[in-house]
C-alpha cells in the first residue's frame, strides 16, 4: 500500500464531504428563487444532508468490516459524486432535496471509514498521529473555504456550480483511491449489519425530522403530524427495545448510562444545534432583509469557520494544558456568549458589532465537542467498544444538526423572506449551550482525559457480545 499517495487521495475525498456542509448554506435564497419550494425547503435542503448522514453512520463502519473497507469507501466516493450531479441537474425542489439525501447516505460511509483507513496506514505512532491531524486539517479547510468559495460560485456561475465542482474532485479521490489501495478481504470477525435496529432508527429519526420542520405549517394537530408523531414514537420505541435484546446491537443501550458517554453525546448534540440553526437564520437574514449578494454573505461566514477550523488544530494542544473538562466547559461558555451576541444582528448593529460572536462560536464548537468530547469519555469506555462510542456521539453530533435547523424554523419562522424574530433561537440554544457547561463541570471528572488512543472511526466493536456484557460493569464508573 502506498501510503502517502492514498493518504492524499483519502483527504481528496474527506474535502469534498465538509465542502459540501459549509458551502450550500449562502446558496440557499438563490435555489428558492430558481427551483421554488415553501417557506420550509430551505430547511429541508440543509437537514436532507445531514439526516441521512446522521442515520447511517453507526451502520457504515460495519459493512466496511463485512464488505471490505477500499469496496465501501469506494462506493461512497462514486456515490456521492453520482449525487452531487444529481443535485446539479435537479430540475424542482423535490428532486434537489432527494439527491441531498442521497450525498448524506454516501457521506456516511466516507468519513467514518476515510478516518479508519488513515489511522491504520502507518504503523508508527508519530506517523499515524501527524496523518491524522491532517486528515482533520483537511477538514477544517474545507468547512472554512465552503462559505466563501460557495459565494463566489453562486454569484459567478449560479448555484448549480456549487455541486458541479464536485464531480471533477469526486473522479480524483475515486480513481486515486483504487489505484493506491489494494483490495483485501473482509474481517473474518466483521459485525453482522443491524439491519432491523438501522430500519427503525431510520424511519423514527425521519418522521421526527418531518414533524419538527413541518410542524408549523401543516398544524401542530393535523393528521399528518399527529400521525408521523406516532410513528417516530413507535419506531423509537421499538429501536431502544430491539438494541435491548439483539446480540450485536448498533447502539449498545448501556453504552449511554456511562456518565462521560452521556455528557459526550449531550455535548456534541448541543453543539452543532446552535451552529446549524445560526447558519441557516443568517444566511436568510443577510441575504433577504439586508439584500447581501452570496459572496458578501459568505465572506461573512468566513469568521465563523475559519475560527472553527483553527480551534479545531489547536484543540488537541489545548487539551493537553488544560484537560478535557477545563476546555469543554471554556468551549460551551464561548458557545453560548457567541449565541447570544447574534442577538444583536436583529437590532441592525454592522458587522463589527457581532463578528466577535462569529468568533466566539466558531472557537467553542471544536473546543467542546468533536474529538475533545470524545477523549473525554474513552477512559470509561470499554476497549472493544471505543469504536462504537465515537459513531455514537459523532451520530449525536448530526441530529443537533438536523434539529438545530428545525428548531429555527419553530421559534424563528420566516415573514416575507426574512426571518422573523431570530433572538428567539439564538437565547434558546445559548441557555442550551450553558446548561451543558454546568452540566460538564458537575459530571465530568476533574483533569479528565483519555487513557488510550481516540478512535473517531465509528466502526463498532469486533465482538459484541463481550463488549456488551462489559458496558455494565462500567456504566457507573469514575476516573
Known sequence: MRSRPLLAFICTATFLV??????????????????????????????????AFACLLLTAGSLGDRLGRRNVLALGIAGFTAASAGCALAPDTGTLIAARAAQGVFAAAIVPLSLAVTSGLFDDARQRARAIGIWGGTSGVALALGPLLGGLLVQTAGWRSMFWINIPIGLVALTGLLATMPPAPPSGAARRVDVLGQLLFTGGGAALTFVAIEGRALGWLSAPVLGLCAVAVVALGLFC????????????????RIPTVAIACT?????????????????????????????????????LFGCLAVAAVAASSVVARWGTRRTMVTGLVCVAAGLAGLALVETGVGYPGYAWALLLLGAGVPLSSGVVAIQAMMGDVPPRLAGTASGTVNTFRQFGAVLGVALAGILSPE???????????????????????????VVLPAGSAARRPVETNGVGDRDGARGHDEIGERAHTRD
Open 18 to 51: 465538509y465542502l459540501d456542509t459549509s458551502i450550500t448554506p449562502v446558496a440557499l435564497p438563490d435555489i428558492r428563487a430558481d427551483v421554488g419550494g415553501g417557506t420550509t425547503a430551505g430547511q429541508w435542503l440543509l437537514d436532507a444532508y445531514t439526516l
Open 241 to 256: 427495545w430491539w438494541e435491548s435484546r439483539t446480540p450485536e446491537p448498533m447502539l449498545p443501550p448501556g453504552l449511554l
Open 267 to 303: 455535548v456534541n448534540f448541543l453543539g452543532l444545534l446552535g451552529l446549524y440553526a445560526v447558519l441557516f437564520l443568517l444566511t436568510t437574514h443577510l441575504q433577504g432583509a439586508l439584500g447581501l449578494s452570496a459572496l458578501q454573505t459568505g465572506l461573512r461566514f468566513v469568521t
Open 415 to 441: 415573514r416575507g423572506g426574512t426571518v422573523h424574530a431570530m433572538h428567539r433561537t439564538f437565547l434558546a440554544t445559548a441557555v442550551a449551550a450553558a446548561l451543558a457547561a454546568a452540566l460538564t463541570a
